[in-house]
């Protein structure tokens, strides 16, 4: 994890850029000893955000069939996908 303070977001822009690129990992900038704000390349953040978006999907999912909706075995989702693939 990397923290700096706030005033090196214009003194040192370029370094902090070159820094999310290479590591992928935010970084966490302060004031006054404070957290305030999370910098992260676009890169990194759409990867993240795509991971939340299939987690999200992960839990809709256990929640439905937690509430009792209809389990599917392996054949049944691949005849489905097929049906689906080859527009029937």
Do not use: H, W
């Not at 005033?7 to 850029?17: M, S, W």
């Not at 991971?51 to 809709?60: F, K």
């Not at 929640?63 to 599917?72: T, W």
């Amino acid at each position: 994890m990397t923290i700096m303070p706030s005033a090196d977001i214009r003194l040192k822009y370029n370094e902090i850029v070159d820094k999310c690129r290479e590591s992928g990992e935010p970084i966490y900038l302060t004031r006054n000893g404070q957290g305030e704000l999370v910098v992260m390349d676009i890169a990194s953040f759409e990867k993240r955000e795509q991971e939340l978006a299939a987690q999200q999907l992960v839990l809709e999912a256990y929640a439905a069939r937690l509430a009792g909706a209809k389990d599917y075995s392996i054949e049944e989702s691949m005849k489905m996908i097929n049906k689906m693939i080859e527009g029937k």
